[in-house]
């Protein structure tokens, strides 16, 4: 399927590992012009001769911002003044006792995670509709429904997330704008893949049993029992940054492996 992203410029907040790289090599294969993000020139570097290399795309560049600055997100949006697709994917994640959460913890997490889309979103969504074409994509969690008990700071943000999102879809009636949300599912991350391996290591077992028991005792309610692969959500968000997506607007879409159990 041919998902006319051919020469859309697209921007991929935190896209040089996990959910972000997967979806910045997805829509460099469909076509699209990718302005890879992360916080060092050697990560960002890395990541664009990666996805050149993999999808055989040269329309790939990168951007260094750290999202808890907010001088470096001002000097992005100025080396980078309009684009066709945001994907808001930024975003930080700790588990951590409701305790032991400082407020220091609680802004960090609202500065990355929320204001990141927000202000990204602030400035492009006006350029979007003046051109009466646009997207944006903002990735949030399973978590944002189902707060997880052992980081309320990081679900809440991505409740956050729903609201910004929601919001700005409503202000885009009758255009060709659309803002939506995808709750990805415990995602095999880069993040997440460090955490499986300390488990396993502190607990002396193997990093399969961590995942075993990781949906035997703490996302039980998965129907495909396994983390999603990165690639897995970059597929949908590939669908919804396509022209093809047009009647869908305002909606959080679920790529959670069923980990939500509710039919809508």
């Given at each position: 399927?041919?998902?006319?992203?051919?020469?859309?410029?697209?921007?991929i907040?935190?896209?040089?590992a996990g959910i972000g790289?997967?979806?910045?090599?997805?829509?460099?294969?469909?076509?699209a012009?990718?302005?890879?993000?992360?916080?060092?020139?050697?990560?960002?570097d890395?990541?664009?001769?990666?996805?050149?290399?993999?999808?055989?795309?040269?329309?790939?560049?990168g951007?260094?911002?750290?999202f808890?600055?907010?001088?470096e997100?001002?000097?992005?949006?100025?080396?980078?003044p309009a684009?066709?697709?945001?994907?808001n994917?930024v975003?930080?994640f700790?588990?951590?006792?409701?305790?032991a959460?400082?407020?220091a913890?609680?802004?960090?997490?609202?500065?990355?995670?929320v204001?990141?889309?927000?202000?990204l979103s602030?400035?492009?969504?006006p350029?979007?509709?003046?051109?009466?074409?646009?997207?944006?994509?903002?990735i949030?969690?399973e978590s944002?429904?189902q707060?997880?008990a052992?980081?309320?700071?990081?679900?809440t943000?991505?409740t956050a997330?729903?609201?910004?999102s929601?919001?700005?879809?409503?202000l885009?009636?009758?255009?060709?704008v659309?803002?939506?949300?995808?709750?990805?599912?415990p995602t095999?991350?880069?993040g997440?893949g460090?955490?499986?391996?300390?488990?396993a290591?502190n607990?002396?077992?193997?990093?399969?049993?961590?995942?075993?028991?990781?949906f035997?005792?703490?996302?039980?309610?998965?129907?495909?029992?396994r983390?999603?692969e990165?690639?897995?959500?970059?597929?949908?968000?590939?669908?919804l940054?396509?022209?093809?997506?047009s009647?869908?607007n305002?909606?959080a879409l679920?790529a959670?492996?069923?980990?939500?159990?509710?039919?809508?």
């Amino acid at each position: 399927m041919d998902l006319q992203l051919t020469n859309k410029k697209a921007l991929i907040s935190g896209s040089t590992a996990g959910i972000g790289l997967a979806i910045a090599k997805r829509l460099a294969a469909e076509g699209a012009e990718v302005i890879v993000n992360g916080r060092t020139a050697e990560r960002v570097d890395k990541a664009v001769a990666e996805i050149k290399s993999e999808t055989g795309s040269q329309k790939v560049s990168g951007i260094i911002a750290d999202f808890s600055k907010v001088d470096e997100i001002d000097a992005l949006i100025k080396q980078l003044p309009a684009v066709d697709i945001l994907v808001n994917n930024v975003a930080v994640f700790e588990p951590k006792e409701f305790g032991a959460i400082t407020d220091a913890d609680w802004m960090k997490f609202f500065e990355v995670n929320v204001l990141s889309g927000v202000r990204l979103s602030r400035a492009y969504f006006p350029k979007m509709l003046e051109q009466n074409w646009g997207r944006i994509i903002f990735i949030s969690s399973e978590s944002a429904l189902q707060i997880p008990a052992e980081m309320i700071h990081y679900g809440t943000t991505k409740t956050a997330q729903l609201g910004v999102s929601r919001g700005l879809a409503e202000l885009t009636k009758g255009s060709n704008v659309t803002v939506n949300t995808v709750l990805p599912g415990p995602t095999l991350s880069e993040g997440v893949g460090g955490f499986i391996q300390a488990l396993a290591k502190n607990g002396n077992v193997t990093e399969e049993q961590v995942k075993e028991k990781f949906f035997a005792e703490i996302r039980p309610t998965s129907i495909i029992q396994r983390f999603t692969e990165p690639e897995e959500i970059a597929s949908l968000v590939a669908y919804l940054a396509s022209p093809l997506s047009s009647a869908t607007n305002g909606a959080a879409l679920r790529a959670d492996g069923g980990v939500l159990k509710t039919a809508v």
